[in-house]
């Protein structure tokens, strides 16, 4: 059974310049959440995607968007990037859409906006 | 305004003695509550979790206990192990909004030897 994986791990872009991220579920899982951690503070909630279906969605603008893909593997998209959008960007897999199944964490994608 | 609260930054403790890591909430929608451990580098990984029709679960060295009435919830090591050595979130979802989980900032546990 593999684990939650990001790509890349790191990456450096200028503002306005629009960004993906990736990450791949656990085996078996259907849900993926995608969450913005800033220095020194908690991960905050994007969105989640539920069997390919965006289902729910956090204080986030419209440029940051999502897909989910047959796999069930996802890509978080953010257009217009601003300095503020530096932060370390996360994923959960977990099974069931919004139950209190377990999320497993990936180890993250640290985004630096110049 | 923010929903979680982790209002100690940091915690030191001895080896083999207890660590009580606390958390405030003020949304009384939130069903249930969750903590994380997390190692530099890594991603957040799940040590145990509440509901709120319950006021305690127990899982090895770790437990949670939840005070619905005052909002407030915390998590026991006991014995505290260098290893515990991380930063620890407390986090909490609310069935109105699928899937969201509200975090914390976060306390960062130092147990020393």
């Known amino acids: 059974e593999t684990g939650v994986t990001q790509s890349p791990t790191h990456l450096i872009k200028t503002r306005g310049q629009q960004v993906t991220l990736r990450c791949s579920s656990q085996?078996?899982?259907?849900?993926v959440s995608w969450y913005q951690q800033a220095l020194g503070q908690g991960p905050q909630f994007i969105f989640q995607?539920?069997?390919?279906?965006?289902?729910g969605r956090g204080n986030f603008p419209p440029r940051f968007s999502g897909l989910q893909f047959p796999n069930y593997s996802s890509e978080l998209n953010v257009n217009a990037l601003e300095l503020d959008d530096s932060a370390l960007y996360l994923c959960?897999?977990?099974?069931?859409?919004?139950?209190?199944?377990?999320?497993?964490f990936g180890p993250g994608t640290r985004l630096l906006v110049l | 305004d923010q929903q979680v609260k982790q209002n100690s930054p940091s915690l030191s403790v001895q080896e083999g003695r207890i660590s009580i890591l606390n958390c405030d909430y003020t949304?009384?929608?939130?069903?249930?509550f969750l903590w994380y451990k997390k190692y530099p580098a890594e991603g957040p990984t799940f040590l145990i979790s509440?509901?709120?029709?319950?006021d305690k679960n127990e899982d090895g060295r770790f437990t949670v206990f939840l005070n619905k009435s005052a909002k407030h919830l915390s998590l026991h090591i006991v014995p505290s192990q260098p290893g515990d050595s991380a930063v620890y979130f407390c986090a909490a979802r609310d069935n109105t909004n699928a899937g969201k989980s509200t975090f914390g900032d976060g306390t960062t546990l130092t147990v020393k030897p």
């Open positions: 509440i509901s709120s029709i319950k």
């Open positions: 959960a897999s977990s099974l069931g859409g919004a139950g209190p199944g377990t999320q497993y």
């Open positions: 949304n009384s929608m939130f069903d249930y």
């Open positions: 995607y539920y069997r390919e279906e965006e289902n």
């Open positions: 085996s078996g899982h259907n849900t």
